[in-house]
């Protein structure tokens, strides 16, 4: 193809002005393939011709401030002239509306006679940022910080290859920063193990260098082990398994041989053995970006450009206060109006026996420290009443799913709200013993006999003579026992012994963990026993109907012990049978289980779980992945603990090595074969009501799971995919009438799922889902993104060829190669500030339930980005949150 050139320019653009208002014109004349360049050298007339022996399209732009316009279309099909009209839209900018319909023409006509690779401005920008060797968490320092490091690394005044990494600042990636050690040394002839200060400085500048000729150069050097300028089958496959072991992907290493094999098919389509560096050059320009993945048309993305969320700085004090309180109460009116409530109680009841207390007798022989235990025991028997109801979760159940007190009451706080009660129990018992203990029972001792007078009545004729007389009586010995039993389980209920996070030595090691928490609290059935003795048996209330402790008690003793009949028996007679077992990596314990007779439940909800091959008394809590829809309930158990540990082992010694077809380390499917393992008992007692499970209420649903904490949110997915299928069932009248007016209300119809995980092997535990999704979800309300935080972000040379590769293998089979699933998956964490402000653009004046499960670190970022969103723009966004 010749090209006719003018003013040395190899694509070239026609400008004139208008004198009436600001306007270009602006004509292009060409073939519909290759890059389309804006020229930057001005003058008041270009041309340029594209010589073939095709036709050419030529089109006449009016380019205005406020707007662009088609003025004239010569050649090209109706399809071209489509294409064209888009450019009338008002962009963000101008070269880059060009370059998009550029990319377009150039995808319309390609052909194999048009072999020139695009080194357009976009192509080589997306390549640079998919092959730096130096990024923002490697080398930022500059050369000053690297020849530190070398003053002090250095031996007899060389840098050995060992210490390389540490030196540049790489020192995650040892393996590949040999490699590119040696890449570098082969350039210069050095074959020594070490390098000179000076040499260092050579190899610093040349991988800090911006162009991408000397990235590529230096990228395809590290390929090329034997320096003869062609890279054959087996340097590709190291290389492969060099970078997946650099991003801990060992099913992507194991694979090695086979995807460098794809890389030589694309690259190497004449069999010559071996690919060039224009071949390398190629796959780079052709890879498509990481950050592509939210694909939004050109007007939603100049919103998201210029969206703005800067916080105004109010300079007032008082002002920037009461805003700050405003937003305060507008986020926590629930919590606030529960524990105003609460304290207003207590206050009362404390206030009510205070006075009392003041005018009878016993005041002027103990004084206020009389009132003040009294006033502190009225408060005690209503929160040990109270207390009992935030675990009572059958009731809570029903209360959130069958009547509207959800909408003032914050019933996903209720274990915190058990907390709090806890708490002021703490203080109430604190006064009360401390009160009696050290002042009441001295002062009565001291008292003179005509102080002791009117006490003969309630402490007997002759008084006590000595402190032994009232720790042995019946409210001496059950008040102290109760403040012993009461410590112990406040003491290993705190976040540093329960989780296990204090290193004792061993022999105390089993006074933290979990094991010791729940044993621990079961101690309240003797704590509730001596309480209501201790309430029975006072010194200065002789009258029944004045010892006020069990008409305190009565109702939530009576509520409470009912729940726990109800979950004896319903687990009792809910038996389950053991369908599937399957080991994941990650240790992850998958159990399918058969759904019991009249068990209904939400997505989002949880079941406690007990092992009797484990612990015939232990039940623990894990969120349902199966959805409503399924004919079997699903848990997926990661193993962190001595429970979740013994019972991974318990089903293990049950589980056959899975076979080619199947997920999993280990599997036991029940419905195949008749050599049927004997399988652990197992219990269920559920459902339970939980954050995740008022997805339905809103119409958009955006969705973050961390780890294993997608567990409740993969049964949201099926229950949508499920309403998708018969939906679309009902349309097509293949389900009766009836069932239709059977069906409750589906408000969801646009569902954002990202889930991050640091493992690649994690992505196994709910493949089958993922590619449910994507094969069923033909119109796009599902949208899927998963993260893999172990690959080096999008820029970093130590991922740029699983990039490359994932691209190729998604384009060829529709399979990613990391996660195994027809969705593609991004590497390190995502920008969650972008998905909130894509979220928001995409649902103008929409309320959007986020709700998140996983480890507490991202509660704080995602709650803050709720409510600033929701405040700066007209979506409002509603967090909930569910902490493991």
């Known amino acids: 193809m010749e090209i006719e050139e003018s003013h040395e320019q190899e694509y070239a653009w026609s400008e004139t002005e208008s004198t009436g208002s600001r306007s270009t014109r602006v004509g292009f004349s060409g073939p519909m393939s290759g890059p389309l360049v804006v020229s930057n050298k001005k003058s008041t007339k270009k041309s340029a011709r594209f010589k073939d022996d095709q036709d050419f399209v030529e089109i006449t732009l009016d380019v205005r401030d406020d707007g662009v316009s088609l003025q004239n279309i010569k050649g090209g099909d109706p399809e071209t002239a489509l294409l064209a009209t888009r450019l009338e839209k008002r962009p963000s900018s101008l070269s880059l509306r060009l370059r998009q319909v550029s990319q377009e023409l150039k995808r319309m006509t390609s052909s194999k006679k048009f072999d020139r690779v695009d080194r357009t401005k976009s192509g080589a920008a997306r390549a ?527 589980c056959q090595p899975a076979s080619g077809d199947q997920s999993g380390l280990l599997r036991a499917d029940m419905l195949q074969g008749n050599n049927i393992p004997r399988m652990p008992n197992i219990l269920i007692d559920g459902p339970y009501g939980a954050p995740a499970q008022d997805y339905k209420n809103y119409e958009v649903i955006l969705l973050v799971g961390l780890g294993i904490g997608a567990t409740p949110l993969i049964s949201i997915l099926k229950d949508v995919l499920n309403n998708m299928k018969q939906q679309k069932d009902i349309e097509e009248g293949m389900v009766e009438s009836g069932v239709k007016n059977k069906r409750k209300p589906f408000a969801t119809n646009r569902a954002y799922f990202y889930w991050v995980t640091r493992e690649q092997g994690s992505f196994e535990w709910f493949k089958g889902v993922m590619d449910d999704v994507a094969e069923y979800d033909k119109d796009g309300i599902i949208e899927l993104h998963n993260y893999c935080t172990s690959v080096y972000e999008e820029g970093d040379a130590r991922s740029a060829l699983i990039t490359m590769l994932q691209s190729l293998h998604h384009a060829k089979s529709g399979v990613d190669i990391v996660s195994g699933t027809r969705v593609k998956t991004h590497f390190a964490r995502p920008n969650w500030r972008s998905v909130f402000k894509h979220t928001a653009l995409k649902h103008p004046g929409k309320r959007v339930g986020v709700f998140y499960c996983g480890a507490h670190a991202l509660v704080g970022e995602l709650k803050r980005l709720s409510l600033d969103f929701s405040r700066k723009t007209n979506t409002k966004f509603d967090f909930h949150k569910e902490n493991f």
């Not at 060992?162 to 990636?173: A, D, K, P, V, Y």
């Not at 590709?236 to 086979?258: D, F, G, H, M, P």
């Not at 059935?525 to 209501?532: A, N």
């Open 128 to 654: 640079l940022r998919g092959l730096k060797f130096i990024t923002k968490n490697v080398g930022t320092e500059g050369w000053s910080q690297v020849e530190k490091r070398f003053d002090e690394l250095a031996v007899e005044s060389k840098l050995p290859k060992t210490r390389f990494s540490l030196c540049i600042g790489m020192h995650e990636s040892k393996e590949f920063a040999g490699e590119l050690f040696d890449a570098l040394s082969r350039r210069r002839g050095i074959t020594s193990g070490s390098i000179t200060k000076d040499e260092l400085r050579e190899f610093w500048e040349q991988i800090t260098d911006q162009s991408f000729d000397s990235r590529l150069q230096t990228f395809f050097d590290m390929v090329d082990k034997n320096a003869d300028g062609r890279i054959a089958e087996e340097e590709v496959k190291e290389i492969i398994a060099l970078s997946a072991s650099a991003n801990k992907l060992s099913k992507i290493q194991e694979r090695a041989e086979e995807y460098a094999a794809l890389i030589m098919e694309e690259l190497d389509p004449d069999n010559l053995g071996y690919i060039e560096i224009y071949n390398l050059e190629m796959l780079l320009l052709q890879a498509p970006a990481q950050s592509t993945h939210i694909t939004t048309d050109s007007r939603i993305m100049s919103q998201m450009l210029s969206q703005k969320l800067v916080p105004t700085k109010e300079h007032n004090p008082i002002k920037r206060g009461l805003r700050a309180l405003a937003y305060f109460v507008e986020d926590n009116w629930k919590r606030i109006w529960i524990i105003a409530l609460w304290l207003a109680i207590c206050a009362a009841l404390f206030t009510w026996k205070f006075i009392e207390y003041k005018h009878r007798a016993v005041f002027h022989v103990m004084g206020y420290c009389v009132t003040s235990a009294k006033g502190a025991a009225e408060t005690l028997k209503f929160n040990m009443a109270l207390i009992l109801l935030p675990v009572c979760r059958n009731t809570i159940t029903w209360l959130r799913s069958k009547t509207k007190l959800g909408m003032a009451v914050p019933f996903d706080d209720n274990i915190n709200f058990h907390k709090v009660i806890a708490f002021g129990i703490a203080i109430g018992v604190g006064i009360h013993a401390i009160a009696h203990l050290t002042c009441d029972f001295p002062r009565l001792l001291h008292a003179t006999d005509e102080e002791y007078e009117p006490m003969k009545p309630f402490f007997g004729e002759e008084r006590p003579n000595n402190y032994w007389w009232f720790v042995k009586g019946t409210e001496g010995w059950t008040g102290i026992t109760i403040v012993v039993l009461m410590a112990i389980a406040y003491t290993l209920a705190q976040p540093w012994f329960r989780r296990g996070r204090l290193n004792l030595p061993k022999p105390l090691k089993k006074l933290t963990g979990f094991n010791a928490f729940w044993y621990s609290h079961h101690l309240f059935v003797i704590v509730y026993g001596l309480f209501i003795v201790h309430g029975y048996y006072l010194y200065l209330s002789k009258k029944w109907y004045k010892k006020t402790t069990w008409m305190y008690l009565a109702i939530p003793m009576i509520l409470y012990a009912c729940e726990r009949l109800l979950r004896a028996f319903r687990s009792g007679y809910k038996s389950v049978k053991i369908l599937k077992v399957a080991v994941y990596p990650g240790n992850v314990l998958a159990l399918h289980m058969s759904k019991p007779q009249g068990f209904k439940y939400s997505s989002g909800q949880y079941i406690f779980v007990n092992c009797s091959d484990v612990s015939p008394f232990q039940w623990h809590p894990f969120s349902i992945t199966s959805a409503p829809g399924d004919d079997y309930v699903s848990v997926h158990i990661r193993t962190l603990g001595d429970w979740t540990s013994q019972l991974k082992a318990v089903f293990a010694r049950a």
